[in-house]
């Protein structure tokens, strides 16, 4: 393992800074310190988990070439996070079945708007059809939409929704600096690349992933639920495999 493995997280861990300090600007009253510490140190220490898969330092338990170890070992993190603080109140952050949010008729609209543009998508701008083990696809059905939703607009949302305080009211549904960080940082985390000679790259005309993180923060504040954006965001990996 070398540390320059690391240079993606650390990047990543940078660029959060740079949006949570922009917010902070504007609400720099209205701060929540301890959330807004909490939510730093929670992305920092979920993506070294991640990262331990790809640095070797798991054991490779699943063939092939995703990272199943690091992200089972996220997942797992999350759960214990999320037991721990905020166990009483699990749909706070999402973790819910129940469709029942401000603007509950407009989520599930735009899921249905957003598995049918996904499906042309697939067919229509990435040609031929995606070959593989069934591990790999398994893998794109299940881990990166599971913990990056439970993630992103899941425990981290809260937090720095509680951090901030701060909320709008867009299109029926309510949201705060949280929603517009984390829609950032699922775009940036797809596009932002450094190897470990800190050689940058971000692929700016890569904009599907910030296209369907907006729809997919937009359908879980509007239905309350991730259930939803786990969905779409597997069917949306996995659809390369089928399509």
Not at 41 to 57: E, N, P
Not at 140 to 161: A, F, K, N, V
Not at 225 to 233: K, M, N, Q, V
Request: aromatic fraction near 16%.
């Amino acid at each position: 393992m070398t540390f320059g493995v690391y240079n993606q997280v650390i990047a990543e861990i940078i660029v959060l800074l740079i949006f949570i300090g922009f917010a902070a600007a504007f609400s720099f009253r209205d701060l929540k310190w301890k959330w807004l510490a909490a939510a730093i140190v929670f992305f920092s220490a979920q993506k070294i988990i991640v990262f331990l898969g790809v640095a070797g330092v798991l054991p490779d338990l699943v063939p092939g070439r995703y990272n199943w170890e690091g992200k089972i070992l996220s997942l797992l993190f999350t759960a214990i996070v999320a037991f721990l603080f905020f166990r009483e109140k699990p749909e706070e952050w999402g973790f819910t079945l129940s469709q029942n949010g401000e603007a509950r008729t407009a989520g599930i609209s735009v899921a249905i708007f957003t598995a049918i543009a996904g499906t042309l998508v697939s067919l229509l701008y990435f040609e031929g059809v995606r070959t593989g083990p069934a591990n790999e696809w398994l893998y794109q059905l299940t881990m990166p939409s599971i913990e990056e939703e439970l993630i992103d607009r899941g425990i981290l949302l809260l937090m720095l929704d509680r951090a901030f305080g701060r909320r709008w009211k867009i299109a029926g549904v309510t949201l705060g600096w949280g929603a517009v960080i984390m829609t950032l940082m699922f775009y940036m985390s797809h596009v932002l690349r450094v190897d470990g000679d800190w050689n940058l790259i971000i692929v700016w005309g890569d904009y599907l992933p910030g296209i369907y993180g907006l729809l997919w923060m937009y359908i879980r504040l509007a239905t309350g639920s991730l259930a939803l954006p786990i969905i779409l965001h597997g069917w949306i990996n996995v659809a390369g495999f089928i399509l």
